[in-house]
């Protein structure tokens, strides 16, 4: 059994630091980058950056690592990436785990809001219009200001997270082509796998935050009602990085979820 880690959007593996470990203990665990992000390059055709490009190669490292049966486990947009996979190929898929994730339209309901979904247009043509500019404002912030930014706004608890947990997102955001990032975004932004949540025939557990402002948990809440196999935990304070700021809890739930299915 080998558990298959998708990142969030503009991430390269921060968020499975500890869950990266404890999984190692009981399953065999792959890891890998989208297209423009950590070790993978820019896509050839820039163009290719949807949800679904992201699947097919989720498919290609399924079959490059010997095509066993998989956990599929994804957090943030992850989610959505682990969906599209599944819908592509869902032979060896023994079970899907979502960590702080939506089905999609993830623009339309960040922070409770539609404003990204908004905004995103005019900031896509400034990055059209002025690429140094915006490469300069996006990278300017230092790691550690960013985090501090992120507890005092409370994205993050700062009494459970670690900051230097953080800081290797924020380096790597850094260096992520902005451009990319915001076309990335919006193509996940109007992207929905919400019709294939009543058709998943595989355990499911869904982990949320109650706290998490970047995927409200009502959303959560409905995506277990929606899937027939699904299980949910939501975890009281826990904030859009619940893996690092729950981590005990969050592998020893997947752990149970992953025996109890009879999975490992």
């Not at 300017?140 to 930014?149: C, F, L």
């Not at 969050?250 to 009879?262: D, N, S």
Request: proline residues 6%.
């Amino acid at each position: 059994m080998t558990a298959v880690l998708c990142d969030g959007i503009v991430c390269d593996g921060f968020i499975y630091k500890y869950l990266w470990e404890d999984l190692g203990r009981i399953v065999s665990v792959a890891h890998w980058n989208y297209r423009g992000h950590g070790r993978s390059a820019l896509p050839v055709d820039p163009r290719s950056i949807g949800v679904d490009a992201h699947a097919a190669d989720l498919d290609a490292v399924r079959r490059h690592v010997g095509d066993p049966n998989v956990v599929l486990i994804g957090h943030s947009f992850g989610t959505q990436v682990a969906l599209e996979a599944y819908r592509l190929r869902r032979d060896r898929v023994s079970a899907i785990v979502f960590l702080c994730g939506s089905s999609g339209r993830i623009t339309h309901t960040f922070k409770g809001r539609d404003t990204l979904a908004s905004v995103l247009p005019s900031l896509l043509e400034f990055a059209g219009k002025h690429p140094k500019l915006a490469r300069g404002l996006w990278s300017r912030i230092p790691a550690k200001i960013a985090v501090r930014i992120a507890m005092l706004t409370g994205d993050i608890d700062q009494h459970a997270v670690r900051p230097e947990d953080m800081e290797p997102y924020f380096h790597h955001v850094s260096h992520v082509d902005f451009g990319m990032f915001l076309r990335m975004l919006a193509l996940a932004g109007e992207h929905s796998a919400e019709d294939l949540l009543p058709e998943i025939d595989v355990p499911v557990l869904i982990v949320a935050g109650d706290k998490d402002s970047f995927t409200p948990p009502a959303i959560s809440e409905q995506m277990a009602a929606i899937i027939p196999t699904a299980e949910l935990l939501m975890i009281p304070g826990g904030t859009h990085v619940a893996p690092l700021e729950h981590d005990e809890l969050v592998f020893l739930r997947i752990e149970k979820f992953l025996v109890e299915h009879g999975i490992v």
